[in-house]
Structure formats: structure tokens, C-alpha cells
């Protein structure tokens, strides 16, 4: 039976929440409150005008509405107790009760809780007067400081101070982290693949601290080893401390670390999907998003782990509003949204409303565009080629998202084959493909069966006496274009070849053989095979025969995938 579902919230994370969950055979409708103007009328998903404020009012609106299971994007509500007043109502929800929200809600509670369960977290101490705390700093010896606030900040709540007096600033009136999630039944953890935001609001983390300028997923820094190391060290032991505490953790754990020389170390913990880390970390869910909340609920994590998508990395690009982190103008006009879908990436809505039925902004943060590719460097490049396709006057975002990481995998790994767009593997599969087509050719003359890197025409065989032998070499441009704008690549094959044979018939010669050359900056199997495909019908309507060498592929890498 089809499920209604409630998504509660506005932001990017939680449009990444309703495409994910919509996608799912289960669901027949996604209801978001309040929404943006990307979950408006957008396939099985749609606002709800309901009160996310009202616990007794929304519990009464799921009960009428037969929303199934409620799904909380933010922190507020979760602190606010509202998965507590929804079950006490009979309301299916999934997030953490307000007691196991504390790990976010209060940074003292979190501490103090790591201490007691011995969860690696750096040196600490609490204050309420700005006085004593900047007493405490200037005599620390602490190699860095860190000053957070202890409350709810949405995110931009903390200072890596470069110095003390930067630190006596912040703490008188934010550096990025390693980010590992994890979903939680309160018995076993299921840990998501380590992601990490870009908090600063410039290329190279320069600029103020931001609510995320970006992120990426999985971080080449953390290896497995590592990884595993802070499932048993920090998400499991927490889980468990939770539970001994009599306060079970249901829902996503999302540990804020720091990688020291003395191994990771907790910054803090947060409640829910981050923002924009749930961006780069759904499309890369390779099950499906309702069963595994299910799982999660039902207490079955340790027997239906959920599955990721292997060899891929998404990126993801915030584009803010001019002004933001300060003060932003507000109902700018967002043109683009349908011309950037065509790019091959996701645009997830932030800060945006409807205004006559154009997109407007209404927020800091107004869109996250999201790339998966099989490689960093290709979901950093396409996720930017989708922000250039989006216009708002004075859009400010970052083109570096991931610089870290891509510098570690320069420096940690030479260049393969693959990751330069020649895949062996993926050649072979079209080498077979093709064969068929150059036997369909041969005439006369024709040694297919020869390999090395030519092909081979015997003129005695075909009955030439003293031939003059006439070569052309053509190609296509604009007819190219149109062929991947309309994904149709089968008659390039037959352009060329018909450009080719033209030049020669006009010398008044005889066609004879057409040796091709395809190349590509990544093989897309398909299309190759469509366009050789091409080439050989051709080939048979002149009477030429293809010489494809069995056994030879040429590429050449030229950055940009043969579509």
C-alpha cells in the first residue's frame, strides 16, 4: 500500500529528503511543511500550509491526512520535542526525542557526555560570563581554540580562532571538518559515507563563517581503517552511552570531527542530516530512503545496512545571496532552473519561493547544485558548469568546493588509464560490439582479420593495375552538436562517411576502404557504437569497406565525456 509522507522543513536538505523519499515504490505523495518553491507541485511531492509549530495541530493534520511517517529535516523541532508529541500521538516520526537532541541542543551536555563515555573530544571548559572565558583563553596553552556557542546556531555557531585574541572576539557579544553521519536504530550504527561542508564563504576558506558554502562526498582523507575507527570509537560508543543513559538514539547521528595527530577527535554532534552534507549524501544512496528510515525505526540496521553507490563522488555548490552571511536582499528573480537540469546535475532548492509563477529568492543560502560523476574532479567541474547556468544578480558561491581533497588525491596517486578517460575494460565491450559491422563491409581486397594499428587493403585483390590511390579525411562539427543535444548519434556516422566518399568520388575515384578514428575525452559504450554503427551502414551503401582493427581503441582525452 502507498504511503503519504511529511517532510518538516525548508531548505535544501530537506528538497534532497522529498526527491530521495519520492523515488521510493512505496511512496504514493511527499508533503513538505512549509517547503520552498522546488518541493511546489513537483511530481508525488508538494507543500502543506499545515503548522509545524502546533504539535496537537500537526498531529491532528497527519491523523486526517493519513500521512504515514513524519521525517524531520531540522534541529529546532527536534529540540522542541516535536518526534516526542507526534508518537505520543500515534504518529509515526523519525528523528531523535528532545532528551537524545541535547547532544545537539547543548554543547555542555554533549561534552560532558563524551567525558563520561570516554568519546574523544578535545580539552574543554564551559562559560557564561565573557569575561572568565577570555580570562581562560589567554592563559590556555592549548595549540588551537575553539569557541562555539552552547545552544542552537544553525550551523555557524563556532570560531577556529588563528589566535587568542581572535578567540577573546568570538567569545565577547566560526574551519572546516570532517562530517560522519550515521543512521541509528539505538542499538547498532550504519555509517554513511564520511562527508565534509566548506564553511567559509571564499575560495581557499577565506572570508566569514557560513551555515556551508558546499561539500563533498566520500573524502578521499578518511580511509576505511579510519573510518571504521570512529564507528567503534565515537558513533557506537555514543549510541550505547545513550542508551545505558535511558535515552535511546533513534534516528541520524552526525559527528563533527577533527583528524589530530592522536586520531580523531569529536568538534560536536548534530541530530539530524546536515545541511548541505544531505545534499551529496543521498544521491549517493544507492537503497532505498523509506525502507532504511523503516529499518532505522524497527530496530533491523544490523540486518539491512544500507547499500551506497561505489566509484562515484558528488559535489555540491551553494549559491548564496549577496550579502550573506549579513544582511541579503530578498524576491530576486532565479532564471536558469530549466536550462541547468539539462547539464546533468541536481538543483536542490534553499532560500526560494514562488512570486507569479517565477522562482524568487528568500533566503541566504538559495540553491545547492549537486553533480555525481565517477571522479571528484568531474562532479566539481560539472556541479560549476550548473552553477554557471543559473543566473541571480550578485550570486555569490565558491569554485574550490572539495580543493582539499582533490590536492590529496594528486599527491597520494598517479594518474590510471581510467581516470583519464581511457577505460580498457569498457573499449573491449565496444571492440565486440563493432565487429559485426566491419564483417557486414568487406569486399574485395578486404584483410579484416589482420590486426596491428592499420588496416590492411590488398589493390591486386580488388583487380587495380597500377592504381593512383586518392585519401580524404573529413569530419563534422555543428551536426555534432545537434547530435547530442537531441541524443541521437546513429547518422554521424553516415555524415561522415559521406563527406569522406564525396571528396574522393570527386577525383574520380573509387571508394574503397574508410579506416576510422573515434575520439573522446571518457567512452560512453552506447554511443560509440552508435556512430561506428553508422559508419558501417554507410560504408555499405558506397561499396567501401570499414577496416576496424578488432583489437584497437583510440581515445583522446580531451576533459569533456563523448555523448
Known sequence: M?????????????????????????????????????????????????????????????????????????EVPLAAGMVDDLQAAGVPCFGPSAKAAQLEASKSFSKAFMDRHGIPTAQWCSF????????????????????????????????VAKDQEEACQAVDPKSDSERCLCFSDGYSVSPMPPAQDHKRLQDGDLGPNTGGMGAYCPTPQVSQELLQQIRETVLQK?????????????????????????????????????????????????????????????????????????????????????????????????????????????????????????????????????????????????????????????????????????AHLTQHRGLTYKESGVDI?????????????????????????????????????AGFIDPILVSGTDGVGTKLKIAQACQQHSTLGQDLVAMCVNDVLAQGAEPLFFLDYFSCGRLDVGVASAVIGGVAEACGLAGCALLEKHTSLFLKCSGKQCK
Open 2 to 74: 502507498a504511503v503519504r509522507l511529511l517532510v518538516i522543513g525548508s531548505g535544501g536538505r530537506e528538497h534532497t529528503l522529498a526527491w530521495k523519499l519520492a523515488q521510493s515504490p512505496h511512496i504514493q505523495q511527499v508533503l513538505v511543511a512549509p517547503g520552498n518553491a522546488g518541493t511546489a507541485n513537483c511530481g508525488k511531492i508538494s507543500n502543506s500550509e499545515v503548522s509545524v509549530s502546533n504539535h496537537s495541530i500537526l498531529a491532528q493534520f497527519c491523523k486526517e491526512h493519513s500521512v504515514g511517517l513524519v521525517v524531520v529535516g531540522p
Open 128 to 159: 557564561t560570563d565573557p569575561q572568565e572565558a577570555c580570562s581562560y583563553i589567554r592563559t590556555a596553552s592549548f595549540p588551537a581554540l575553539v569557541v562555539k556557542a552552547s545552544g542552537l546556531a544553525a550551523g555557524k555557531g563556532v570560531i
Open 238 to 406: 555514543t549510541v550505547d552511552g545513550m542508551r545505558e543513559e535511558g535515552t535511546p538514539y533513534v534516528g541520524v547521528l552526525y559527528a563533527g570531527l577533527m583528524l589530530t595527530k592522536q586520531g580523531p577527535k569529536v568538534l560536536e554532534f548534530n541530530c539530524r542530516f546536515g545541511d548541505p552534507e544531505c545534499q551529496v549524501l543521498m544521491p549517493l544512496l544507492k537503497s532505498d530512503l523509506y525502507e532504511v528510515l523503516q529499518s532505522t525505526l524497527q530496530g533491523k540496521l544490523a540486518s539491512n545496512a544500507p547499500e551506497w553507490h561505489q566509484d562515484s563522488s558528488a559535489v555540491t555548490v551553494v549559491m548564496a545571496s549577496p550579502g550573506y552571511p549579513g544582511s541579503y536582499k530578498k524576491g530576486v528573480a532565479i532564471t536558469g532552473l530549466s536550462q541547468v537540469e539539462e547539464t546533468g546535475v541536481q538543483v536542490f532548492h534553499a532560500g526560494t519561493s514562488l512570486k507569479e509563477g517565477g522562482v524568487v529568492s528568500s533566503g541566504g543560502r538559495v540553491l545547492t547544485v549537486t553533480a555525481v560523476r565517477s571522479s571528484l574532479e568531474m562532479a566539481l567541474h560539472a556541479a560549476n558548469r550548473g552553477v554557471a547556468a543559473v543566473g541571480f544578480p550578485g550570486a555569490v558561491y565558491r569554485r574550490d568546493i572539495g580543493h582539499q581533497a582533490i
Open 425 to 461: 575494460a569498457a573499449g573491449n565491450r565496444l571492440v565486440d560490439m563493432i565487429k559485426p559491422f566491419a564483417k557486414a563491409t568487406s569486399r574485395s581486397g578486404c584483410n579484416a582479420e589482420l590486426g596491428g594499428f592499420a588496416g590492411l587493403f590488398d589493390l591486386k585483390a
